[in-house]
């Protein structure tokens, strides 16, 4: 699904009928309108991927405190700058951290945060599979992240992989079905993207998302039904054409078969003459 301008006439969806490839032949797209304006997964969409990576990490990792290993000075103070949304100065403070306790996995993922916060995703992906390594507590969140950096790279398919691993490490995770869904919408996988559409829903019943998705699920379902529609009558057609290359196939063999019994009659003929002479 295309990034770029939209046609005046988009409604709903990438176009579902791509005919790039060779020799198939051009048929009129269905209307279609970028989930990127129905969910807004350009900038702003990037920000907002950016701050619920934040308050997860808070939420989860903070409240959480009682389990992970005793934190040292440099990281409590660089953690509660990542906390107030201060990357540039958290990031110092948090690679020192790290240095001096390698084995803690919550410098991992804030510091991978950070760094998408950045705009480094390169550099965010590296170190967030540097602690999924070792992450015992919030694989979850890893994964979660580390779909977001492949998101932002625009390679979508490690994306979707990414995410599958978070739900499947934590399925109550409505962000991650909800991210996994953006990028099946980008890979054009309609079905898996309903699915998950459809589970964030479920999970998220309050989400402020929750009219913009609810507009996307009718009209993928609405687009799905088309183009089942649509293949039934093709179905349709392709059996009707079969049928009529069988009869036509049948009827040649009646034809041969009344030839053969009039050469064999002709043959009877012949014979009867040999005798009398």
């Known amino acids: 699904m295309a990034l770029g301008k939209q046609r005046p006439d988009a409604t709903l969806l990438a176009q579902a009928d791509r005919t790039s490839q060779p020799g198939v032949k051009t048929r009129k797209h269905v209307p279609t309108m970028r989930i990127r304006d129905t969910l807004g997964l350009g900038e702003p969409t990037m920000t907002n991927r950016i701050r619920a990576a934040v308050a997860l990490a808070a939420a989860f990792l903070l409240g959480a405190a009682a389990s992970l290993p005793a934190a040292s000075a440099l990281f409590e103070k660089g953690s509660a700058l990542f906390v107030q949304n201060k990357p540039a100065e958290a990031r110092t403070l948090l690679e ?23 705009g480094d995703p390169d550099r965010a992906i590296t170190i967030l599979k540097r602690g999924l390594n070792i992450a015992t507590l919030h694989k979850d969140l890893f ?26 490490a934590n399925r109550s995770m409505p962000v ?16 898996g993207a309903l699915a998950d559409y459809q589970l ?78």
């Open 96 to 118: 020192e951290a790290l240095a001096d306790d390698p084995a803690n996995e919550t410098i991992y993922l804030y510091l991978g945060i950070v760094y998408q916060q950045l």
């Open 143 to 168: 994964l979660y992240n580390i779909g977001n950096n492949f998101f932002t790279r625009g390679e979508f398919t490690f994306a979707e992989e990414s995410y599958t691993g978070a739900v499947m």
């Open 176 to 191: 991650g079905y909800l991210n996994r869904a953006n990028s099946r919408m980008k890979l054009e996988k309609w079905d």
């Open 200 to 277: 964030f829903l479920q999970l998220a019943p309050r989400d402020p998302q929750r009219p913009q998705v609810e507009q996307v699920v009718a009209l993928l379902q609405a687009h799905l039904a088309k183009q089942a529609a649509l293949a039934k009558a093709e179905a349709d057609r392709q059996k009707a054409l079969l049928a009529a290359v069988l009869n036509s196939l049948t009827n040649a063999s009646d034809d041969a078969l009344n030839l053969t019994v009039e050469n064999l009659q002709v043959n009877d003929d012949v014979e009867d003459v040999d005798i009398e002479d």
